[in-house]
């Protein structure tokens, strides 16, 4: 039980200028479940990585189970007995689960042979570890839950004893991570390592037995979980004592200035994504939307912000109707004071190749204060871009720096700076922590609480059930693109986990 | 009626003979596509390797060894765009395109230099050229009424490349369903980065993809230059690289259906040839031009609407970089 699984001594690595990892020092106990936890950008991935044979270290050696190996690419990792199971899957979507399984390790030449045996050995997997998986059936068509059970077979297919979960939960329902952390349980008996790489402290603590925290590229300390706390794992992550819970009074609602009734959305292959939704949002109030991605919660945004149209239904700003169904204009309803922070900063809401003062009036360049008659009046713009960087906490301040080039964090704040500070009286947020450092998470939380303060109308929706659950005044569940149930924000995880699988009567299903 | 079932046959054997370098093309363009890296230059290939097959059967006087540097010159500039969509991770249009027009360049600089025939190359003749295979039994068979002519017109009496390029139809579905090889070469066209962790060699993969599109696309061009025709003609191809490529996107990168492709364009242009200068009821004479121009006429019709949507090789087109 004591001896180590896996060994890193000194591991050193950079990309260009940025040193992803700086000395690091790893011991993996065999047939345990060891974490690493780390911001977004702490060299998690990039550690993994080249554990899997990714990426070479620069310096540093690695020994599994006792060896010293080079690990110069993934047929060394997989003969060593390491898996690896990646963050986005890596798997062939239009492949089936079995062809899936076998590739890199069909054994002959011609395939007969091989997928006799991948289903043999399929069919024992599933029994030994309950991994049930239909091995014809086609990974587009499984839901991602089974994908990723898909990747965990891939790994034990070819022998894995060590296997790497990177951020394994972040596509998954609460109820589908209970059942990764049951597989996961089960495997760790039978005697394999697991290393469950997260940034979600909350996993951490549920499942591990040790726990190594990275910040800025380097190891700062390695615990037993049960001797720790996730406020010591938080400011161990941060480098600094951190909120984990906001902190905000009571809601004061007033007038509705968002409605939304029977609203309808289908996408473009003519599949219903909306479905007959109504919901009021009111000054003061922040209104959270949860769900798991793709049950419509995109294209409700889309919709209430004039970037998709509607099939059917109606939608009211300030007590006057958006034309959803007809021509609904971004910039009109921009105009009307309903700012949008986009789901996906890159493709929505930046543009990268943009300098920092560009991206900072995008949208609102047509603004007298940002024009020169017919031109831009740059002065103004990057003066402006210069104040709100100091405001929002953006950094490095520079608001000549290309967009690309801030950390995910602070590409945010510049979204959020160019929506908030125009003082709209409805505020649409769309994933506003997505790939955020948890530093960020807390400055951005109190400014969406701040908003409410001030008496704006906040429509948020999130993956994060505990960021909807520690920012909302009220609580949307949608599933299938409805709304199956409304919620106070002190619901619990589970009864709103359930409804976030599409089962609205928990009693039912809690066998 | 029997006048119809002769111009029927005419037809069909000239649909077959048309079709045979759309089909080596299209399927050389297939395994490159299917493994993700695009290919516009199939007409380019193709054209040199009938100009380098055209001009080494001439000089040696054999048919097999103008079929080998064929496909040695085809070979050569799929390593080329290999090396650039591949190992330097170009854009895999712009290579396609410059070998296209290094092709038509070069052929007839290189043909005028050495041959001095306004860059043709010399008449083949005899062991130069490929010569049509007499199946057995064709005289057995002649005097039974419609099999017999079937037999001795559309199964018989063709090249052996003619024969190559539909048996290399199943041949392909095979690999690309039933070998360790195809199953690679798909997952590398649709997801590399899953054939990478998988601890595959995806430039490896992708090499060998080009270079079965490199032998494919020499024998096409010997075809051209070496049995239907003896000899090359500056810009013989005539565009045959792009209905190829058309052929391919409308069988959605699938075999069986490329072939049916091929043979639906040779048809057209078939029907073209036989079309001309002929008064059609109705219509009147109707242009040469026209007539040739129908098939790409209704490539372009057909790909515009009737084929449903056809969804390419996820990664195609996109040169691997591990992510950071």
Same mark, same amino acid.
Do not use: W
């Given at each position: 039980m004591d001896s180590l699984a896996i060994e890193l001594r000194g591991i050193d690595k950079s990309f260009g200028a940025v040193h992803a990892n700086k000395d690091i020092n790893l011991q993996v106990r065999r047939g345990t479940i060891h974490g690493i936890i780390g911001e977004n950008g702490a060299g998690k991935s990039t550690l993994m990585s080249i554990l899997y044979g990714f990426y070479q270290a620069d310096a540093g050696d690695i020994f599994v189970g006792g060896d010293k190996i080079v690990i110069r690419d993934p047929n060394v990792a997989i003969e060593a007995g390491i898996g690896m199971v990646h963050q986005h899957f890596m798997l062939v979507e239009n492949f089936s689960v079995l062809e899936n399984v076998m590739l890199g390790a069909e054994e002959n030449a011609i395939l007969n042979k091989g997928i006799t045996r991948a289903r043999a050995e399929l069919k024992r997997l599933e029994e030994e570890y309950s991994l049930e998986v239909n091995p014809d059936a086609i990974i587009e068509e499984l839901p991602v839950g089974l994908?990723?059970?898909?990747?965990?077979?891939?790994?034990?297919?070819?022998?894995?004893?060590?296997?790497?979960?990177?951020?394994?939960?972040?596509?998954?329902?609460?109820?589908?991570?209970?059942?990764?952390?049951?597989?996961?349980?089960?495997?760790? %008996?039978?005697?394999?390592?697991?290393?469950? @790489?997260?940034?979600?402290?909350?996993?951490?603590?549920?499942?591990?037995?040790?726990?190594?925290?990275?910040?800025?590229?380097?190891? /700062?300390?390695?615990?037993?979980?049960?001797?720790?706390?996730?406020?010591?794992?938080?400011?161990?992550? /941060?480098?600094?004592?951190?909120?984990?819970?906001?902190?905000?009074?009571?809601?004061?609602?007033?007038? /509705?200035?968002?409605?939304?009734?029977?609203?309808?959305?289908?996408?473009?292959?003519?599949?219903?994504?909306?479905?007959?939704?109504?919901?009021?949002?009111?000054?003061?109030?922040?209104?959270?939307?949860?769900?798991?991605?793709?049950?419509?919660?995109?294209?409700?945004?889309?919709?209430?912000?004039?970037?998709?149209?509607?099939?059917?239904?109606?939608?009211?700003?300030?007590?006057?109707?958006?034309? /959803?169904?007809?021509?609904?204009?971004?910039?009109?309803?921009?105009?009307?004071?309903?700012?949008? $922070?986009?789901?996906?900063?890159?493709?929505?809401?930046? $543009?990268?190749?943009?300098?920092?003062?560009?991206?900072?009036?995008?949208?609102?360049?047509?603004?007298?204060?940002?024009?020169?008659?017919?031109?831009?009046?740059?002065?103004?713009?990057?003066?402006?871009?210069?104040?709100?960087?100091? %405001?929002?906490?953006?950094?490095?301040?520079?608001?000549?720096?290309?967009?690309?080039?801030?950390?995910?964090?602070?590409? %945010?704040?510049?979204?959020?700076?160019?929506?908030?500070?125009?003082?709209?009286?409805?505020?649409? @947020?769309?994933?506003?922590?997505?790939?955020?450092?948890?530093?960020?998470?807390?400055?951005?939380?109190?400014?969406?609480?701040?908003?409410?303060?001030?008496?704006?109308?906040?429509?948020?929706?999130?993956?994060?059930?505990?960021?909807?659950?520690?920012?909302?005044?009220?609580?949307?569940?949608?599933?299938?693109?409805?709304?199956?149930?409304?919620?106070?924000?002190?619901?619990?995880?589970s009864e709103l986990g359930l409804l976030m699988a599409g089962i609205e009567e928990p009693m039912e299903a809690a066998e | 009626m029997d006048q119809a079932f002769g111009i029927m046959l005419v037809t069909l054997e000239g649909t077959i003979r048309l079709s045979v370098p759309l089909i080596l093309a299209a399927l050389a363009g297939l395994f490159s596509e299917r493994s993700g890296v695009f290919d516009i230059g199939l007409e380019g290939k193709m054209l040199a390797a009938a100009f380098g097959g055209g001009a080494a059967a001439a000089v040696f006087q054999s048919a097999y060894l103008g079929l080998g540097v064929a496909i040695l010159v085809s070979l050569g500039l799929a390593l080329v765009h290999g090396f650039a969509s591949i190992t330097q991770r170009g854009n895999q249009i712009v290579s396609g395109v410059a070998i296209n027009f290094i092709a038509l360049g070069a052929t007839v600089i290189l043909g005028q230099a050495w041959f001095r025939q306004g860059g043709r190359t010399p008449a083949l003749t005899g062991d130069s050229r490929f010569q049509a295979v007499e199946l057995p039994f064709t005289d057995a068979l002649a005097d039974i009424p419609f099999l017999g002519p079937i037999y001795a017109n559309l199964i018989s009496g063709h090249f052996v490349l003619t024969y190559f390029a539909f048996a290399m139809v199943p041949f392909t579905w095979w690999v690309l369903h039933r070998t360790r090889f195809g199953l690679r070469l798909r997952a590398v066209g649709e997801n590399p980065g899953a054939v990478d962790t998988a601890g595959i060699s995806v430039t490896r993969m992708r090499y060998l993809a080009v270079i079965c599109c490199g032998i494919l696309c020499g024998i096409a061009g010997a075809y051209l230059s070496m049995a239907v025709a003896a000899g090359f003609v500056k810009g013989m191809t005539a565009g045959k690289g792009f209905i190829a490529l058309a052929a391919l996107i409308f069988a959605k990168w699938r075999p069986v259906n490329v072939m049916f492709a091929c043979l639906l364009f040779g048809f057209l242009d078939a029907l073209g040839i036989l079309l001309q200068g002929q008064s059609l009821p109705l219509i009147g004479a109707v242009p040469v031009q026209f007539m040739q121009a129908l098939p790409y006429v209704l490539t372009v019709v057909l790909l515009a609407g009737f084929i449903g949507k056809a969804i390419p090789p996820k990664a195609g087109g996109v040169p691997y970089v591990k992510e950071r």
């Open positions: 994908q990723q059970r898909v990747e965990i077979l891939k790994a034990l297919y070819r022998g894995a004893d060590i296997l790497i979960l990177d951020e394994p939960t972040g596509v998954l329902t609460p109820a589908e991570a209970d059942h990764l952390f049951r597989i996961l349980e089960q495997l760790r %008996q039978q005697g394999k390592t697991i290393i469950f @790489i997260t940034h979600k402290l909350r996993e951490i603590m549920a499942i591990t037995d040790e726990v190594s925290v990275m910040r800025r590229g380097e190891m /700062v300390a390695t615990r037993k979980t049960s001797e720790t706390s996730v406020e010591e794992l938080a400011e161990l992550m /941060v480098g600094r004592r951190v909120l984990l819970r906001v902190e905000k009074g009571e809601s004061k609602p007033k007038d /509705v200035q968002l409605s939304v009734e029977n609203l309808s959305v289908k996408d473009g292959r003519g599949v219903t994504m909306v479905d007959n939704v109504s919901l009021d949002v009111r000054a003061g109030e922040i209104v959270g939307i949860a769900g798991v991605a793709g049950n419509g919660q995109s294209e409700l945004l889309e919709t209430i912000t004039g970037i998709r149209s509607a099939v059917s239904g109606k939608v009211t700003l300030c007590n006057e109707p958006i034309d /959803v169904t007809g021509d609904a204009d971004p910039a009109d309803l921009r105009k009307r004071k309903m700012a949008h $922070v986009p789901e996906d900063r890159h493709h929505m809401g930046l $543009v990268l190749a943009f300098e920092e003062n560009e991206n900072a009036i995008l949208g609102y360049h047509y603004d007298p204060e940002y024009l020169n008659g017919p031109m831009l009046n740059l002065g103004s713009i990057r003066q402006h871009a210069q104040k709100s960087a100091e %405001q929002y906490d953006i950094r490095p301040p520079d608001v000549r720096l290309k967009t690309a080039n801030f950390s995910g964090g602070n590409q %945010q704040k510049i979204v959020l700076a160019r929506e908030m500070e125009r003082d709209p009286t409805v505020l649409v @947020i769309g994933q506003p922590t997505r790939g955020v450092d948890v530093g960020a998470i807390e400055f951005i939380h109190k400014r969406i609480i701040e908003m409410r303060d001030a008496g704006k109308a906040v429509l948020l929706v999130s993956v994060e059930l505990d960021e909807i659950r520690s920012l909302s005044d009220r609580i949307l569940v949608m599933f299938a693109g409805r709304i199956v149930g409304e919620r106070a924000p002190d619901a619990s995880e | -």
